[in-house]
């Protein structure tokens, strides 16, 4: 039977208790309007069952006591016979489901409050092994492409004003309960950790071997070369005064000028050159320099030594207690100031990023993909790993419940449906006591 989640009955929606149960399940204490129409419904199609049944026993009374006079009553009474078979045996078969029939305690009847334990341990393992795994909820997942859906709602109307919204609660929520002093140590206890305590040199200098064997730094050089040669340019009487400012009184000052000139003309000459050639002398002076300078922090005990002493004079304790109180307070101003100002640059610019990612995630195939990819492995690794867990919230709360009270609520969900099998007994049951009756009468008669 198909119910769905409007259906459900607030009696269910949390475990029974051991409270007195009522006399069925037409009487339980505290029904919803949902149960009580269940109710009803459920005590219809009983009295549709027993008036069937009656039925069956009216004819065959009267069948049987006419049949010598009307020889074709027989046929009639063999048909109510094997109705009223039919109709007893498949009440005893519901029955038995939910409760001893007529309270005579005969094996393998009331079945759900005596196994009620044994049925939810069952009922978990069936859905730990057919719905809790790794491929079904990943094909599931595949199938509803949360990746577009959730890029729509983000793309459109409101969807990243409530991201904002609840991103905005969440931070304040954080805030409220995070202490200062202890966020503060926590920062400094970091920068202790991974800035302080390893040594400066030799990653330093793995990572400065890499930048220069890329020919990362030419870049940096051509940058300096360029300004070297951009102030030579601008400071021809710069040149000339540090030359004049440097040679003796008794020379004449037309001679600094020729001197001056001539100094400014082989810089400006010397300077271009480096800038123009890149595999200039002097560029290949400052690449072996700074490629040893690599090799010294990492394996020279003086350089790395230096290192240390460059480290400490520039984070001591005080330093680094002021950069983790300058930090937290930083972060934590700014998101508070952002957060509390929907209007604020922070807010939109989280705003358009959410709306951005939607749309990517909805034109972007690629992306959608991968997105869909991600959370599908998260989800398979979460069912692989935590399945037995999340199944036992079935077993542990059925083993929670009254047996009673328990039997009498899936009664109420179920009974309805399964008082068809009596009513179809019944009809099945004649069916086949009349064929029966015939094909013996054909036999034998």
């Given at each position: ?41 459920l005590r219809k199609m009983k009295a549709v069952a027993l008036g069937l049944l009656i039925g069956m026993a009216v004819v065959f009374t009267l069948a049987y006591a006419f049949q010598k006079e009307y020889p074709w009553l027989e046929y009639v009474r ?73 890029g729509a709602w983000l793309a459109g109307p409101g969807g990243a004003e409530r991201v904002a919204k609840e991103g905005a609660a969440l931070i304040r929520g954080a805030f409220t309960v995070l202490n200062d002093d202890d966020v503060q140590a926590v ?69 600094d000028d020729l001197v001056g000139d001539k100094v400014y003309l082989e810089l400006s000459k010397f300077v271009r050159a480096v800038q123009q050639d890149q595999d200039h002398q002097v560029r290949r002076a400052i690449d072996t320099y700074l490629t ?154």
């Amino acid at each position: 039977m198909q119910v769905n989640s409007e259906q459900i009955p607030d009696t269910l929606s949390a475990p029974p208790t051991a409270a007195g149960p009522a006399a069925g399940a037409a009487g339980a204490v505290g029904l919803s309007s949902g149960d009580a129409a269940k109710a009803a419904a459920l005590r219809k199609m009983k009295a549709v069952a027993l008036g069937l049944l009656i039925g069956m026993a009216v004819v065959f009374t009267l069948a049987y006591a006419f049949q010598k006079e009307y020889p074709w009553l027989e046929y009639v009474r063999a048909a109510a016979e094997g109705g009223m078979v039919g109709a007893l045996a498949d009440w005893f078969a519901v029955t038995a489901l939910f409760k001893y029939p007529m309270g005579l305690k005969i094996p393998h009847t009331a079945i759900i409050p005596r196994r009620k334990d044994q049925i939810g341990e069952s009922l978990s393992d069936f859905v730990e092994t057919n719905f809790l795994s790794e491929q079904v909820v990943q094909q599931k997942l595949a199938s509803i492409d949360i990746a577009r859906k959730a890029g729509a709602w983000l793309a459109g109307p409101g969807g990243a004003e409530r991201v904002a919204k609840e991103g905005a609660a969440l931070i304040r929520g954080a805030f409220t309960v995070l202490n200062d002093d202890d966020v503060q140590a926590v920062i400094e206890g970091m920068v202790r950790k991974h800035l302080l305590t390893p040594p400066w040199g030799p990653p330093v200098g793995r990572m400065a071997e890499r930048i220069f064997a890329d020919g990362h730094h030419h870049k940096l050089v051509d940058l300096l070369v360029d300004r070297t040669a951009d102030w030579v340019d601008a400071n021809h009487a710069a040149v000339n005064r540090l030359v004049s400012d440097r040679s003796p009184l008794w020379v004449p000052s037309f001679v600094d000028d020729l001197v001056g000139d001539k100094v400014y003309l082989e810089l400006s000459k010397f300077v271009r050159a480096v800038q123009q050639d890149q595999d200039h002398q002097v560029r290949r002076a400052i690449d072996t320099y700074l490629t040893e300078l690599a090799q010294d922090l990492q394996h020279d005990p003086v350089m790395i030594e230096r290192a240390e002493g460059i480290k400490a004079q520039i984070l001591g304790d005080p330093e680094v207690r002021e950069l983790a109180s300058r930090t937290w307070g930083t972060i934590k101003n700014a998101l508070l100031g952002a957060v509390e100002d929907p209007e604020s640059e922070l807010t939109q610019r989280f705003k358009s990023a959410v709306r951005d990612f939607g749309s990517r995630l909805v034109n972007d195939d690629e992306l959608a993909g991968k997105v869909n990819a991600w959370i599908g492995d998260a989800a398979g690794y979460l069912v692989t790993t935590y399945r037995s867990d999340i199944a036992g919230v079935i077993s542990d709360t059925v083993a929670r419940w009254d047996a009673e009270e328990t039997s009498q609520k899936i009664e109420l969900q179920v009974g309805r449906d399964l008082q068809y099998i009596r009513i179809n007994g019944t009809v099945v049951g004649a069916l086949a006591g009349l064929a029966i009756f015939t094909v013996a009468h054909l036999l034998f008669g």
